[in-house]
C-alpha cells in the first residue's frame, strides 16, 4: 500500500532523523519513555505474552518487553529502523511492513501495539484500517494498544521551548480545525489528534472497552521550558508524578504530548442452542 507520504516518512527516519535519540534528547522524550514503558506494564497480559510492535522503529519498547519475558514481533515501514531493531540487544525478529496490511495471521497475538503509526496516517480510513488490521491479527479477548499525537502538542512544545512565533500561531490556528502537521516547520508528515476522535477509530475498528489516557501529563511543558536549568531533572521527576496522578483525567488528557488508547478485540457471541419444547 505504498504511497507518496510512505517515501516523505521512510526518507525522514532514515535520514533526517533517530528516533532512539529522541527518546533521549529532550525531558519530554525521557518522559514519553518512561510513562509509556509504565502504562504497557500495566495494560499488557503477564508474560509470557505473543505481543506484535507495529512501528516499532529501532526496538527500544520491544526489547524492554522482550527482557520482560514476552515474545515479541516487530514490524516497521521504514528498513533502516528494521536492521537497527534485528543488530541490537537482544536481537528483535522483525520485517518490514505497513501498518495497513500486516503480514501475519488472524488472531496470533495477544496483544498488538501502534505506538507510532496512527502519527504518519493522515487519512481517517487509513488510520481505521490500521486499526482493523491490529484487530484482525489479534485474538479475541486480545489488547489493541496506540499512540497518538495530541492536536496541541506541538503548539505547546513551542511555546516551551521559546520558538513560538507568528508562524507557529497560525498554524496552531489551522491545526484546531485540519489536525495535518505542517512539514514545513518540522517534523513530518503527520496528524495530530483529537481525544475523541482517537476513540471514535478505535470503535469505528470494532474495538470496545476503549480507554484514553494522557502519556506525559500536562507537566511535560514545564519540564521541557526547564531543560537547561539546574533544576532539570528535579521538574522532570515532578512532572512524572503529576502524569501518574492526571493521567486519566478527562479534562487534561488532551494536555500531554501524546495519547495513548486501548481497547479489548471482540469475543464473538456463540450461539445458543435450541430449546426442546414440550408440545
Known amino acids: 500500500m505504498a504511497d507518496p507520504s510512505s517515501a516523505i516518512i521512510v526518507d525522514y527516519y532514515t535520514s533526517r532523523h533517530r ?6 534528547a529532550r525531558p519530554s522524550g525521557r518522559l514519553e519513555w518512561l510513562r509509556t514503558l ?14 506484535l510492535d507495529v512501528g516499532g522503529a529501532d526496538g527500544a519498547y520491544a526489547r524492554h518487553l522482550a527482557a520482560a519475558g514476552h515474545r515479541i514481533r516487530l514490524l516497521d515501514l521504514v528498513p533502516a529502523h528494521v536492521t537497527q531493531a534485528r543488530s541490537g540487544r537482544p536481537t528483535i525478529d522483525a520485517d518490514v511492513a505497513d501498518a495497513r496490511a500486516l503480514p501475519e495471521t488472524d488472531d496470533r497475538y495477544d ?11 493522515v487519512h481517517r480510513d487509513d488510520r481505521v484500517t490500521a486499526l482493523t488490521e491490529a484487530v484482525r491479527v489479534t485474538r479475541p479477548g486480545g489488547l489493541v494498544v496506540a499512540a497518538a499525537i495530541s492536536r496541541f502538542a506541538g503548539p505547546l512544545h513551542f511555546a516551551a521551548t521559546r520558538r513560538w512565533a507568528e508562524s507557529i500561531a497560525r498554524e496552531a490556528r489551522t491545526l484546531l480545525t485540519d489536525g495535518r502537521n ?26 470496545t472497552r476503549v480507554a484514553v489516557q494522557g502519556i506525559e501529563g500536562p507537566g511535560w511543558t514545564a519540564a521541557e521550558a526547564a531543560a537547561d536549568a539546574p533544576d532539570a ?41 435450541p430449546v426442546d419444547r414440550p408440545d
Request: hydrophobic content about 50%; glycine content about 8%; proline content about 8%.
Open 19 to 24: 528516533e532512539a535519540d529522541r527518546l533521549r
Open 182 to 207: 505542517n512539514p514545513g516547520i518540522g517534523f513530518t508528515v503527520a496528524y495530530f489528534h483529537r481525544v475523541d476522535e482517537l476513540t471514535d477509530e478505535f470503535e469505528a475498528a470494532g474495538l
Open 111 to 121: 496483544a498488538t501495539l501502534l505506538l507510532g503509526p496512527l502519527y504518519h496516517l
Open 233 to 273: 531533572d528535579v521538574v522532570l521527576d515532578h512532572a512524572l508524578g503529576i502524569a501518574r496522578v492526571y493521567g486519566r483525567e478527562p479534562a487534561l488528557l488532551a494536555a500531554s504530548a501524546h495519547l495513548l488508547a486501548s481497547g479489548v478485540v471482540p469475543v464473538p457471541k456463540v450461539g445458543r442452542a
Open 38 to 51: 509504565e502504562l504497557l506494564d500495566d495494560l499488557l497480559p503477564v508474560p509470557p505474552a505473543r505481543i
